[in-house]
């Protein structure tokens, strides 16, 4: 097979434009190629009104044709050798598992990574343990909406906490900017397709899912993992991360966890999969010794715009083409004052959805369904900050900010849950808004007109500012009057790091695997699930490596 790179056509092209395009690049006739795979499609949106599609694909020719054609291209990226993108299992467990002497692996959390993590050892035959401090995300969603329909929050069992985790609740974004040598972001997608996942998350560039199609998604992954001899216990919060004593030769190895029940579960690799709202997990840890150190987030709004003003802005006269549908976009600022501003989380065609998992606090996120088809495109728009800027103080720091402004959103949004929003016109201007504009908000439960600018520091409403009249120069409209702010953001990403060494281990715990968003090396669903796939491998070649 031969992979053809960066072959470009009108938005509004045939099937036969593409096949002799591949013709052409290849200067062979049409009875000479075997067959063609779509690897990935893309667009070139820059030039708006003059649309390029861009596509990555797999031919097959006669194998001596196939030499002769790779050493005309020979040193250019133009026509390559098709990579083999089959994942191989680093280890396989016999029918014996767990011997007397074997203790099986126990993964906390059951997001993307820890759905990963579970769903390989499982296919490794480790059989797998899971705990879940949340609920199945059937009645997850229920409780979700409890919020959202009710005011009532419950707070192990919510958008952050429960099968499924923060991923779920989301646009469902199924791309990440890791390096991928090894193809483990299509090991995920071919997992999500057999699962029920749409084919196209395979080839688009930009796929999604949707909360919908991920719910029963989620559900199919789970009984596979059980099918094959794992084990999910939801409503089962780990207290505590037991260790030997530091006395002990083998000073801080993980011996197993204590649930909320008192009931113990031991293990030798112990995989934290917590996600990044896990705060009072963090403080365990920190308590137990597990050295962790502060990183890095930011804080902001939720923008909420009409999606026809975002794809007139990107797409021009071919906005509503059905291979771009609802357009979506990313933006970054570099201030006058030194901070950076970034979009972040953008939803097209979405919802501004409520995301507390802590009593008395207001906290935003963004979702779409797998159509895009919602009035409103949203994304956050969120100012950078540092810990040694920002939150010096200790390593959990940057969870005190946190829950002080999401306290101050409560407070200020008339504490039962509805958020504190103000008109882009109004907020550009610094005075409060009375009344709404064209932009309906999409925010559960409702919102309350206010001045945003008591609700975050002064560096990040001045810094948001400046960058949204920038926005409004790169996409028209950005900076309308009506758009809408909905406060606050500010679960971006961990404010720790778990850290581990190159073993996949904590750095002064060994049994310990730290993993995914919550312990700082993940961002999103895709770049989770990878590294649950890496720590699942870690933890298969440490259980079955030769006595």
């Not at 006669?62 to 040193?75: N, Q, V």
């Amino acid at each position: 097979m031969l992979r053809l790179n960066d072959i470009k056509l009108p938005l509004h092209h045939t099937d036969e434009e593409l096949n002799k395009a591949i013709l052409a690049t290849l200067d062979i006739s049409s009875n000479e190629l075997l067959n063609v795979t779509l690897f990935k499609r893309s667009y070139d949106a820059r030039k708006k009104g003059n649309i390029v599609l861009l596509y990555q694909l797999d031919v097959e020719l006669d194998e001596a044709l196939e030499t002769s054609i790779l050493e005309r291209f020979a040193g250019s990226n133009r026509v390559i050798p098709s990579p083999d993108t089959s994942y191989y299992y680093v280890a396989q467990a016999d029918d014996a598992f767990p011997t007397e002497q074997q203790l099986r692996p126990v993964i906390v959390g059951f997001g993307p990574c820890g759905i990963m993590a579970a769903l390989t050892l499982a296919q490794m035959g480790l059989k797998p343990i899971v705990l879940e401090r949340g609920q199945d995300v059937r009645q997850r969603t229920k409780d979700t909406w409890g919020l959202w329909r009710d005011k009532k929050l419950n707070t192990e069992s919510n958008v952050q906490f429960g099968e499924g985790g923060a991923g779920t609740f989301s646009d469902g974004k199924l791309w990440s900017q890791v390096k991928d040598k090894r193809f483990l972001g299509r090991k995920v997608m071919e997992e999500f397709v057999k699962a029920g996942a749409p084919d196209e998350i395979m080839y688009v560039s930009k796929p999604h899912i949707g909360t919908f199609k991920l719910v029963k998604m989620v559900e199919n992954i789970r009984a596979e993992i059980i099918s094959l001899g794992g084990e999910i216990r939801f409503n089962s919060k780990v207290e505590k991360v037991n260790r030997l004593p530091e006395g002990d030769q083998k000073k801080g190895k993980v011996t197993g966890v204590t649930l909320s029940t008192g009931d113990i579960v031991e293990t030798n690799h112990l995989i934290l999969a917590i996600g990044h709202s896990a705060r009072d997990t963090f403080q365990m840890l920190l308590d137990e010794g597990v050295y962790m150190e502060a990183k890095p987030f930011s804080i902001g709004f939720r923008i909420e715009h009409p999606q026809s003003v975002i794809d007139d802005g990107r797409f021009g006269v071919q906005a509503g083409h059905p291979i771009l549908g609802s357009a979506d976009y990313k933006l970054v600022h570099h201030c006058e004052n030194g901070r950076s501003v970034y979009s972040f989380c953008m939803c097209p065609g979405g919802t501004v959805v409520a995301a507390a998992s802590e009593d008395g606090r207001v906290v935003t996120n963004g979702m779409s369904q797998y159509s895009r088809n919602e009035r409103n495109a949203n994304s956050a728009i969120v100012v950078g900050i540092e810990p040694e800027k920002d939150y010096p103080e200790h390593v959990l720091a940057g969870v005190d900010l946190q829950r002080k402004l999401e306290t101050l959103a409560f407070e200020i949004g008339g504490q039962d849950y509805t958020a504190p929003a103000q008109l882009v016109g109004d907020f550009l201007k610094g005075v409060p808004s009375t009344e709404l504009g064209s932009v309906i908000p999409s925010y559960k439960p409702g919102v309350k007109l206010v001045d945003l600018s008591e609700t975050l520091p002064k560096f990040a409403i001045d810094a948001m500012r400046e960058a949204l009249l920038v926005f409004d120069r790169q996409i028209k409209g950005f900076a309308m009057n009506d758009a809408l702010l909905t406060g606050i953001e500010t679960r971006t990403s961990s404010p720790v790091s778990v850290r581990r060494d190159k073993s996949f281990t904590s750095i002064n715990t060994s049994g310990l695997y730290p993993a995914g968003e919550g312990a700082g090396y993940a961002g999103g669903i895709l770049s989770a699930g990878i590294d649950g796939i890496k720590v699942a491998e870690a933890v298969a070649l440490d259980l079955l490596k030769p006595e």
